[in-house]
């Protein structure tokens, strides 16, 4: 995906540095304690990951009445499964998911800045934050995911989602044919964030 979108290659060190030095900056006037990135690194590390998004997914392709469930009431379905505490804070406080279907493909994208269903996704990937992306995906969805290679049909509707601070969009994608005696872990093996994202499929059937 990063390729399809440019931006100076040494954005991400820049970025570090900036970074860096506002750290810096806040551990010298006593706002944060040097363990405090840390532990917030490590929160997002181990509790708000794409794991958890993979199991909403395989849930919902496995149990038809949470199917429904999550599209109608989102934070209702999700509190029903064991994940991790703080799934409605830290960006997940309006997560609504979307379903793909053999007529409808959807897309998230966040014209604004970069608003992200963190709790489902983790963090978002630098793409997602790029201006040639988000804008190029609002005007011609169905051009960009061409061209990373998401080929649809012509009489395939498209549905662009924009994220914002009041609904936080995440894509069910149609289960893959094939996948009928699949256990969940291999399920999960087949969901990617791309895919959560409306950038990508799920994964076919191997």
């Not at 051009?143 to 894509?171: M, N, P, Q, Y």
Request: hydrophobic share 45%.
């Amino acid at each position: 995906m990063t390729g399809q979108f440019a931006y100076p290659p040494d954005r991400e060190e820049i970025s570090a540095k900036q970074v860096a030095a506002l750290e810096s900056l806040l551990i010298e006037k006593g706002v944060i304690t040097p363990q405090t990135v840390d532990k917030v690194l490590a929160y997002f590390e181990t509790e708000m990951t794409p794991l958890n998004g993979k199991k909403i997914v395989v849930k919902a392709w496995t149990d038809p009445e949470f199917a429904a469930k999550v599209i109608v009431d989102t934070p209702a379905a999700v509190a029903e499964l064991n994940l991790p505490d703080g799934m409605a804070g830290a960006e997940g406080e309006h997560l609504q998911a979307v379903a793909n279907t053999p007529g409808v493909h959807n897309l998230v994208i966040c014209t604004l800045c970069s608003c992200f269903p963190w709790p489902v996704l983790g963090l978002p990937p630098y793409w997602y934050k790029d201006p040639t992306f988000r804008s190029r995906a609002a005007r011609e969805p169905r051009k960009v995911l061409a061209e990373v290679g998401v080929d649809l049909s012509a009489d395939t509707e498209i549905k662009v989602w924009d994220s914002s601070g009041h609904s936080r969009w995440f894509v069910i994608p149609e289960r893959p044919a094939g996948t009928e005696d699949f256990t969940d872990e291999m399920l999960m093996d087949l969901v990617t964030t791309e895919a959560m994202i409306g950038v990508a499929l799920a994964g076919p059937a191997s």
